[in-house]
């Protein structure tokens, strides 16, 4: 067994060292015996952590703007943005556990979620809120986009229950998010 140090550099505290493992290479799907082809699932698992790392970074997109909001619209938007940033979070559940119920792994850390993600880096600073809320509709854009073909294939592979999460859950709940941007954009606008 060998042993990791996370300590960081300029860190004012030593951490303890923590006993790990050296990182395994990637491995195929476990097999759950769920009466779908194995190339089918994988494709699958391929699109749910693709899906995931996206509501990842855009429920991180509403946290961020529900921190930072600001403006005459302050009230109403902090909550807005709080609350789609709970069902943001919501929905990222549903989309790792259906990765693991696949068989798969699903992506989890902000690093490798980072790596992953469509959807461009927001600044660190605040934008005004204009800019909020188009960087919002933008992310809510890629996710539908390639929510779409995803579930076109996998409607196509019949892995229907994926479809079913990525149509009934991710779309709808994307789509009456925009909604609601929508219209609050020409009130701030
Ligand atoms: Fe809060």
New binding site residues.
């Given amino acids: 067994m060998t042993t990791t140090s996370i300590t960081r550099t300029g860190a004012r505290h030593p951490r303890a060292a923590i006993p790990s493992k050296p990182t395994p290479a990637p491995v195929e799907p476990r097999r759950h015996r769920l009466a779908l082809a194995p190339a089918a699932v994988a494709a699958s698992i391929d699109s749910l952590n693709q899906l995931l790392v996206d509501t990842l970074t855009l429920r991180d997109l509403y946290q961020k703007h ?2 930072q909001v600001s403006g005459p619209s302050f009230c109403e938007l ?1 909550v807005l943005f ?1 609350k789609h940033h709970q069902e943001q979070a919501g929905l990222a559940d549903q989309l790792g556990e259906r990765v693991q119920t696949l068989g798969g792994v699903s992506i989890a850390m902000a690093a490798d979620v980072a790596a992953s993600a469509a959807i461009p880096r927001a600044p660190r600073f605040r934008e005004d809120t204009t800019t909020q809320i188009e960087r919002l509709l933008h992310a809510h854009e890629i996710i539908l986009q390639e929510a779409r073909t995803m579930a076109r294939d996998t409607a196509a592979s019949g892995d229907l229950g994926t479809n079913d999460l990525i149509v009934s859950d991710l779309i709808r709940l994307d789509e009456r998010q925009v909604w609601f941007l929508i219209e609050l954009i020409q009130g701030v606008a």
Avoid: A, L, S
Wanted: aromatic share 24%; charged share 25%; net charge positive.
């Fill in positions: 529900h921190w902090r709080g």
